[in-house]
């Protein structure tokens, strides 16, 4: 095809997509279907949109596609402190040992794309609790999963987002201060934190819900305390082992369920299932951690527990709903996201069969 040729279609695609694709995922049209040899060319670039141009012979079939996106995800949370408070961190004596910039939570985020050809000034930490994506810094690219967190330098151009076609649920943040990079120190490759008997991950993300509910204020108070809680937060991921060794002390020879192997196992299937209360774990999972069959393990609950292991799991989902429904200000929408169910409406419906009201009336009746 000639240049001129080309120009032209160049321009009627970016007309098309202005006038028809912008708020749609995926539009496909082609013109006849005839044999013709296909030549894929990139042709155009409009903001957040990728164009995609088969030129065949006498027939065309464009193909554009809304596939990078940096935030505007259902459920997100996120805080972004400004100038102004920022420098405030930097200037009292105790919160300038570490001090958070930005925070955010992004459930279930596809197409997540961001780059920073022009470095900033912080370490950004990305903790990832679920689905899969990549990163790149230094000229080399990594791949992140579910259980996965790494820490990216200040001043480097870097790149992340999620996997081709998946989505990654995770919690981020951007820090600073005269401690940082003691935290910091050889986490730029992928860290695993993976669920053991002593694993404190839902511990751990109490800790950031804290912290990113603490910086919604502004006051000098409530900068010290999220510092101090910046500090628990990346201590547990640092200093891993002494994180989970503090715990266990303390558990063992007090468990509800000690006593039997039976027990034991039921004990270990329920860990596993608070530790990933906000995912969309299946019951197959539960049953590779535990090494037990489907029949062998609903034996054992309904002996020592009362319910099958999906019916102890979803009451978990209801009672953990009714803590963020009773100690914070998120909305029903965001929470279904924290119990691990997309569909909010599927969600309501489950918390009205458990609790008997909706999850608006339950929050109104406390």
Known sequence: MA??????YRKALLLFCILVIRSSDLVLQRYDELRFEEIEKKVGKMDNLTIHCFFITKNICIFASMKKQKDGFQGERK??????????????????????????????????????KTPIGQYVLIYCVEGSGWYRV??????????????????????????????WTIYWLHFSGAHAAIYAEGMQ??????????????????????LLTTLQSGSLEDLRYASSLLHHFLASMRYLSQFRRAQQSSAEGGSAFAGSEGKAVCEAAIHFMEENIENRITLQQV???TGYSQSHLSILFKKH????????????????????????????????????????????????KTMGMSPIKWRNSQ
């Open 3 to 8: 240049e001129t040729m080309q120009m032209k």
């Open 79 to 116: 805080v972004v402190l400004p100038p102004m408070i920022v420098e405030m961190e930097r200037n009292d004596s105790l919160v300038s040992s570490l001090y958070v910039t930005d925070i955010g939570y992004f459930p279930r985020a596809a197409h997540h794309f961001c780059e920073r």
């Open 138 to 167: 230094g000229g080399k690219e990594y791949q992140v999963t579910k259980g996965q967190f790494f820490i990216l330098p200040p001043y480097q151009p870097h790149a992340y987002g999620t996997s081709e076609d998946q989505s």
């Open 189 to 210: 490759m992928p860290q695993n934190i993976k669920v053991a008997m002593n694993s404190r991950i839902m511990y751990r993300i109490s800790i950031f819900e804290e």
């Open 287 to 289: 049953l590779r951690y």
């Open 305 to 352: 527990v009362g319910q099958s292991p999906l019916a102890y799991f979803n009451r978990l989902k209801m009672e953990h709903a009714c803590k963020l429904l009773r100690e914070t200000n998120l909305k029903v929408n965001q929470i279904c996201h924290k119990v691990g169910i997309e569909d909010q409406y599927y969600f309501s419906r489950l918390f009205s």
